[in-house]
């Protein structure tokens, strides 16, 4: 009887098994049918966000949801797979996709642990998962997930499988991959990591948040040590390595700044300009845009504009706290009230954000982001110490308990109270042969104000413009000599375009008759709007469309020989190299080339060169003159302070527009064109004095300081064509026994001196009576 009920249990389980069976075939034929295709994991392409580099392949700027660096297994340290295998799946290289032992394994330990503890899920399963399912625990999702693991085994090798999931498996902090967590968490390459990092790392895919080092180093430490025990246990490492691993310190690098260097406003042109180019894809196709830019160029820019912006700021003085937040007493969560309140501010490089606390006239404690509580005092309170008395004009402005202010290390390291500059500026340098752009820095911070000042900001140039009208003048016959009378000017508004106009020099006074390379060094008005009047408005509208500005945007009246049109720092950059490359018009670039992932290269930049393939717009001759003039600008005129930095061979023009709105320094050496500009936003006075060599020439030769600083003092060779002669400086005419000499094109010398030269109450009357 005990034999037939034994017979009969086990004729009903294997029936229920043989059903079960049925069943499981029948479920997978009508599954396998709705499987995903493999054709995404045949031909893996890794959502791998677009980045920016600068010239030297320095990382300058990254977009994507996804960080991501595709790594292939042969690149991939023998140790991090080790620990990925040892954390996640131990019988990866014995089994077909699914672990029967694991699952038996798990089963038991989940059932003696009372609860879900742990899972079956091998890596061919996570594979499977992370590429075509949803991470619902039900039990299709986890018979798909099965069926496909089976399907992606035979399909793939193994070493293949463990490569899609080294590069796809998701490791918090916007990481996916371990590549990318890598530089996230550690901040190097997965081939520099070592094994204690590549044992932390292995263990993140369990729970990315949960065992995250950043957010929680003591669980992720824990978590490490598990890995490292298991590959002991796996004869994987050593007893020497277990021990040295598990005490090996590990600092966690916290990337502040996604950035090798301040570059946004030319990462941000670039990410615009491969957009238009690829759309969407841009962001997913791990292009790699290869700038123009260099570091050292840049980060010299950068300072040299935040440096002139503060320095024009602090000596319009304080303005008081940027504003107020209310600061209970006894507040027993005040250190995260004070984060949230702070939370919506941002630090400008290392101009910090911070609430005061405290307050007395000799004294003020303050709390800036992260927790630090600082103490301000003596010098450091200097800038700002009327906002710390009772004066009745500042009222309710006063630097109190709340006030929110910035703070700053000065070069003692020495906390004070400091300001963000209202006032904006942009620099631009560019090499004049081809135009490369060698440094851009659009503003003063990009997170405080992304409009590119460089490429979008249209102003009056104000005499900075000059040049390009008084080459216009050499082409129709005037020379450096020419004497042109710097005399009082009254014009209707027919003449003006709007209103009746009467230009005035700028330090009021008038010099009479002159020669135009004195007009042109000390920035004469009068002389200039007379030889516009000269060679003819529709002449010169024409002439400066040869430097690439937009004649629509410079109407033809006579305030355009003072600047009156409009014009952008990168035309003006355009237009000046014209005059250091000899002649030539060059277009200005930023992107080097553009590569795919694969480092195939996509785009190019093909610049046009002057002396080769770029067109010849204004005679050599014209530009030697020119540039001789404007040396004399930076040696006798109204860019002395620039002598400083102890060449011969700068050359350049300062521009004020009217009511020190505007302010400009555009100036070269033979190799660098670099163009800064300084003014408001919303155009109004920087107020009285505050002039081109003023505010923009500092920011001028900060920048070039730094950039020329190894490069040798150059010549300037006069071309074929050109003449010296012995003239006098009253007359412009050529004397053998003359005071100076200047130089001439061939066909233009002036008369001998014998000449009359009595009546110079006009230029034209001076033109008639010497040709």
Known sequence: ???????????????????????IVFAALVVIPTLPSLEVLMDYRPKIPLRIYSAE??????????????????????????????AEDDRFYQHGGVDYIGILRAAYSNFSGGGALQGGSTITMQVARNFF???EKTLTRKFSEALLAFKIEHSLSKDKILELYINQIYLGQRSYGFSAAAQTYFGK?????????????????????RFNPVVNPERAKIRQRYVLKRMHELDYISDEQLAKSEKQPLPIHRQVRNSAMPAEYVVEMARQAVYQRFGEEAYTRGIKVYTTVRKSDQEAANQALRKGALEYDSRHGYRGPEGFIDLPRNDANLKKNLEEALQPFHDSYDMFIA???????????????????????GDGLKFAKRFLTDDPKIGNQRIRPG?????QKNEKNVWQIVQLP??????????????????????????????????????????SFKPFIYSASLEKGFTPATIINDAPLFFDAAQTGSKSWEPKNFDGKFSGPIRMRVALTHSKNLASVRILQSIGLRYAQDYITRFGFDSDRHPPFLPMALGAGSVTPLQMAVGYATFANGGFRIHPYFIERIEDDEGRILENAQPVIAGMNAKQVIDPRNAFLMTSMMQDVIQRGTATMAKRLGRKDIAGKTGTTSNFIDTWFCGFQKNLVTVSWAGF??????????????????????????????????????????????INPETGLREERGAMSEYFFNEQLPPQAELPTEDFDSIEALWNQLY
């Not at 003020?364 to 301000?376: C, P, R």
């Not at 631009?428 to 081809?434: G, L």
């Not at 460089?454 to 009056?460: D, P």
């Open 1 to 23: 009887m005990l034999f037939r009920w034994l017979a009969y249990l086990f004729l009903a389980v294997l029936g229920a098994s043989m059903i079960g069976v049925l069943l």
């Open 133 to 135: 399912l949803t991470k």
């Open 403 to 407: 006030a929110l202010i910035r703070i």
């Open 355 to 377: 609430v005061v606390l405290t307050t007395s006239l000799n004294s003020v404690k303050a709390y800036h982001k992260g927790g630090e509580v600082i103490q301000i005092s």
């Open 57 to 86: 392949g320095l990382l300058i700027g990254e977009f994507g949801e996804e960080r991501r660096n595709f790594v292939k297994i042969n690149e991939t340290p023998t140790y991090l797979k080790q620990a990925i295998v040892a």
């Open 422 to 463: 209202e006032i904006e500026a942009a620099l631009v340098a560019i090499d004049p042969i081809d135009g490369m752009i060698r440094a851009l820095a659009g503003g003063f911070d990009f997170n405080l104000n992304q409009f590119n000042h460089v490429t979008q900001a249209w102003r009056q140039p104000g005499s």
């Open 189 to 209: 390459s997965l081939d520099e990591i070592n094994l204690a990092e590549a044992a932390m790392l292995a263990g993140l895919p369990k729970a990315p948040s």
């Open 681 to 726: 936003d919303e155009p109004k006075t920087l107020g009285k004095n505050e002039t081109g060599g003023r505010v923009a020439l500092p920011i001028w030769i900060n920048y070039m300081e730094k950039a020329l600083k190894d490069i040798p003092v150059a010549t300037y060779t006069p071309p074929q064509g050109i003449m010296i002669a012995r």
